[in-house]
């Protein structure tokens, strides 16, 4: 498994769903777990331990409310925490600065309030700096997108 996906509730998956989206488009071997900071903390370590037995290359860490999992998750590992804010409370605000604000040394890559595709991507991204077969399929990935949007857009604009 490259890549594991992890959030504190049942009804954060609808949102985390962007993420296992992009890694599938890009074939990407990915496990996802229900673990919460506060109300497991002993099982989320033990998890980490066996990611990182298994040499899992990144973790994807959803959190709303207190959102502490991704920097709990970032100060108890070494491989590289993506955060997704979940819209919870305050309109995700809250969460987006919780995981933002990570004090120096221990960082958490952040990506926008529900957007766990991007999360995804940018797991997508550092992984594509290791395994050349990724990185040829964001490199296509990437030209059929921009090749997509001239086309849809050289039509022009009616406003």
Same mark, same amino acid.
Request: glycine letters at 6%; proline letters at 4%; charged letters at 25%.
């Given at each position: 498994?490259?890549?594991?996906?992890?959030? %504190?509730?049942?009804s954060?998956?609808?949102?985390?769903?962007?993420?296992?989206?992009? #890694?599938?488009?890009?074939?990407? /071997?990915?496990?996802?777990?229900?673990l919460?900071?506060?109300?497991?903390?002993e099982?989320?370590?033990?998890?980490?331990?066996?990611?990182?037995?298994?040499?899992? /290359?990144?973790?994807?860490?959803?959190? %709303?409310?207190?959102?502490?999992?991704? %920097?709990?998750i970032?100060?108890?590992?070494?491989?590289?925490?993506v955060?997704?804010?979940i819209?919870?409370?305050? &309109?995700?605000?809250?969460?987006?600065?919780?995981?933002?604000?990570?004090?120096?040394?221990?960082?958490?890559?952040?990506?926008?309030?529900? &957007?766990?595709?991007?999360?995804?991507?940018?797991?997508?991204?550092?992984?594509?700096?290791?395994?050349?077969?990724?990185?040829?399929k964001?490199?296509?990935?990437r030209?059929?997108?921009?090749?997509?949007?001239?086309?849809?857009?050289?039509? %022009?604009?009616? #406003?």
């Amino acid at each position: 498994m490259k890549v594991a996906i992890i959030f %504190g509730s049942r009804s954060d998956s609808e949102v985390m769903k962007g993420a296992a989206k992009a #890694l599938r488009e890009f074939n990407i /071997e990915f496990e996802a777990f229900i673990l919460s900071a506060h109300r497991v903390p002993e099982q989320l370590e033990k998890t980490l331990i066996k990611l990182e037995n298994e040499n899992c /290359e990144c973790v994807i860490a959803g959190a %709303g409310l207190a959102a502490h999992l991704p %920097g709990v998750i970032a100060s108890k590992t070494i491989i590289p925490v993506v955060g997704v804010p979940i819209n919870a409370a305050l &309109n995700g605000l809250d969460a987006l600065l919780s995981i933002v604000q990570m004090p120096k040394s221990i960082p958490v890559a952040t990506v926008g309030i529900n &957007n766990s595709y991007n999360a995804g991507m940018l797991a997508v991204e550092m992984l594509s700096l290791k395994y050349p077969e990724i990185r040829k399929k964001l490199i296509e990935y990437r030209e059929t997108m921009k090749k997509n949007f001239i086309e849809e857009n050289e039509k %022009g604009v009616d #406003l």
